[in-house]
Structure formats: structure tokens, C-alpha cells
């Protein structure tokens, strides 16, 4: 046993841990800093998607890496410069946002959020929430097509560009003077961002699903792609039966009732509630002196 002992401290006094400066802290720090803003950017983007599709390539390189399937490799090994060309033509539109944000983003609040504001932290107010319910169904009434993509969390800052920019508080006055008949708005759809109208007249990318009704006309299939390409929720009321429709995740869910759009509306909100320690300490601190002045 005493042998043992003595072999296991012989190996353990052979171990050296290597110096740490101040700028090695600094790059760890950093480079923490760059995996975590890469990582939000793919959660945030269609690069999740693209990224998953790269990953299934790779491993079937490794399969036949395994295999020694050597035509194969030859043929990865000779087109390895044009796939990475590829890559980056097909990340381009998220590398450019990303280098247009990079210069927007407060990086000091970002690395120390001493504070992260408001307590209730939601997608939108519930206000938001009973004018959209109020539009739809009042144009729904009177048989008045609509389509209305409400973002998450992936931007959809590429269809917005198709639109005309309104930048306008959401009201259910505003969505309905949209979509009126023979109005220079009424065609393509409106994008909301949180509690606000962002553009109208949007193009949206039409689904080519084979599995689709027939009987589906141009809003719905744009209202059902755009919900395959992003996370977000669309709102369609058709023209010519004056249903209200929901398509989210690349589904269709026909002829939903206010309650229903409301529980689907109050579901994307995500109101959660935040109490910062900083901003509990401040409450603290705050009624201490009340109660001393008291």
C-alpha cells in the first residue's frame, strides 16, 4: 500500500501547471465571448438549418473516410475548394448581417449585463395581442383577405426589405387601412415586430409542399412558406370565406376561433417575469430609506 502511495505521489509531483497571465485570462475571456455571439447567431438565423445540412454531409465524408471508399474521397478531396466557395456564397446573407450588427451591438453591455431592465420581459404587450385578435376577426366579417407574420426569433429582416416600410404601433385601425380593398397596401403581407407594423406589401416565399389542399390560394401557401423557412407565426384571412387560419412550423391550422388565436398569440408573447438582483437590491435599499424617513 505504502508503495502505491509512493507511486502515486511520484506521478502527481511530475505534474506542472502551466503559468497564467493576465492576458491568457484575456483570451479566454474572448474567445468565450465570440463561441457564445457565434452560437446566438446560428440559433437566431436560418444558418441553424444550412449548418445541420453541412453536418450530415460531413458525416457521410466520415462514413466513407471509414469505409476507404477512395473514388469517393478523391472526389471530396478535388472539389474541397469549390465547397467551401459554396459555403460562403450560401452564408452570405447571415455573414453580411452580421457584420452590419457587429457595429450596432454594445459590446461592453453584452459582456457585463449588470443589469437586464424591465421586469416583465414579453414579445409584445397584450394590447398588441386584442388588436391583432379585434383585426382579424372584424375583417374576417366582412370577408377582407389578410396576412400578417408576426417575427420570433428568427429576423425576417429579408422579407421586410420586399415591403414598403411603415414602422407604425400596431392598431387594429392601422392593419384593417392595410388591407382594405384598392388600397396601394392591400397586396402581400404585413410584418410585425413586436409591438409594431415594420413594412407591408411583403413578398413571402410560397410553399411547394404536394401534400397541400388544392383549394388553397396564393395567401395561404405564402402564409405556409414563410412558416417553413422562419419560426414565425402567420396569420391568414381568407377573402373567400372569411375564415381565420394560423400556419406555424410549415402547418396549416384552418378556421381557428378568436380564443384560439388568442391562446396562439399569448403562447408566442412569451411574458415571462425578470427581477434583476441588482433591481431587487435598489427596491431594497429603496424602502430601507423610506422606512427611515418615515
Known amino acids: ?96 448581417k452580421v457584420l452590419e450588427s457587429l457595429g450596432q451591438k454594445r459590446i461592453m453591455a453584452s459582456i457585463f449585463p449588470f443589469d437586464n431592465g424591465k421586469e416583465v420581459q414579453e414579445r409584445f404587450t397584450d394590447k398588441t395581442i386584442n388588436e391583432l385578435v379585434k383585426a382579424c376577426f372584424d375583417m374576417a366579417e366582412v370577408k377582407t383577405g389578410a396576412l400578417i407574420v408576426i417575427e420570433e426569433e428568427v429576423p425576417l429582416t429579408e422579407y421586410e426589405r420586399t415591403g414598403i416600410t411603415i414602422d407604425a404601433v400596431l392598431t387594429s385601425q392601422l392593419l384593417i387601412n392595410i388591407f382594405e380593398h384598392n388600397t396601394p397596401l392591400h397586396d402581400g403581407a404585413v410584418i410585425v415586430r413586436g409591438n409594431r407594423v415594420v413594412a407591408a406589401t411583403c413578398y413571402l416565399p410560397l410553399s411547394d409542399n404536394m401534400e397541400l389542399s388544392k383549394t388553397l390560394g396564393t395567401r395561404h401557401r405564402a402564409g405556409i412558406g414563410i412558416s417553413e423557412m422562419t419560426d414565425s407565426l402567420t396569420i391568414i384571412v381568407s377573402e373567400e370565406t372569411g375564415k381565420v387560419s394560423i400556419a406555424e412550423g410549415g402547418r396549416l391550422h384552418r378556421g381557428v ?19 434583476t438582483k441588482l433591481r431587487q437590491l435598489l427596491k431594497g435599499k429603496k424602502k430601507h430609506e423610506e422606512k427611515t424617513h418615515g
Do not use: C
Request: glycine share 2%; net charge positive.
Open 1 to 96: 500500500m505504502q508503495s502505491v502511495l509512493n507511486h502515486l505521489a511520484e506521478m502527481f509531483s511530475r505534474i506542472t501547471l502551466p503559468s497564467l497571465r493576465l492576458t491568457d485570462v484575456a483570451e479566454i475571456l474572448l474567445i468565450s465571448f465570440f463561441v457564445y455571439q457565434f452560437i446566438v447567431w446560428v440559433r437566431t438565423t436560418r444558418a441553424y438549418t444550412l449548418l445541420k445540412g453541412i453536418l450530415v454531409i460531413l458525416g457521410f465524408i466520415l462514413v466513407v473516410y471509414i469505409l476507404r471508399m477512395n473514388t469517393i474521397l478523391w472526389i471530396v478531396r478535388n472539389l474541397a475548394s469549390v465547397l467551401i466557395v459554396a459555403i460562403l456564397i450560401i452564408f452570405q446573407p447571415e455573414l453580411r
Open 257 to 275: 376561433s378568436s380564443a384560439e388565436l388568442r391562446d396562439a398569440l399569448v403562447r408566442v408573447q412569451n411574458k415571462t417575469i425578470h427581477d
